[in-house]
């Protein structure tokens, strides 16, 4: 079991920035692949980045060049540093770990085993 907790949520004026965080704890001794979703209100939850194991990273085309995923394996945490933020950024992140083993990065939420409870962003204009 992968236990994920996000933080870093908050209000932004849009054009600011914001630095996303997910600790993880439990089988962090497993290598895997992990990545950022986000929902607003009344849509599905989508893809925002992924990164492999090994550092290589997926983005969603909205946000290339505005955000930027990144993890640190020894302190076991993922991050999601936001800049040039939009109203239409605004949504509940999500922090998602793929099952041990799985090292390779998707965009399919369906290949993502571990869930974080969420971390409020909202962007105003």
């Known amino acids: 079991q992968v236990q994920l907790v996000e933080s870093g949520g908050g209000l932004v004026q849009a054009g600011g920035s914001l630095r996303l965080s997910c600790a993880a704890s439990?089988?962090?001794?497993?290598?895997?692949?992990m990545g950022w979703f986000r929902q607003a209100p009344g849509k599905e939850r989508e893809f925002v980045a992924a990164?492999?194991?090994?550092?290589?990273?997926l983005y969603y085309d909205s946000v290339k060049g505005r955000f930027t995923i990144s993890r640190d394996h020894a302190k076991n945490m993922l991050y999601l540093q936001m800049n040039s933020l939009k109203p239409e950024d605004t949504a509940v992140y999500y922090c998602?770990?793929?099952?041990?083993?799985?090292?390779?990065?998707?965009?399919?939420?369906?290949?993502?085993?571990?869930w974080g409870q969420g971390t409020q962003v909202t962007v105003s204009s």
């Open positions: 439990g089988r962090t001794f497993s290598s895997y692949a």
């Open positions: 998602a770990a793929r099952s041990p083993g799985r090292l390779l990065a998707t965009i399919d939420i369906k290949t993502y085993t571990y």
């Open positions: 990164i492999m194991w090994s550092g290589g990273d």
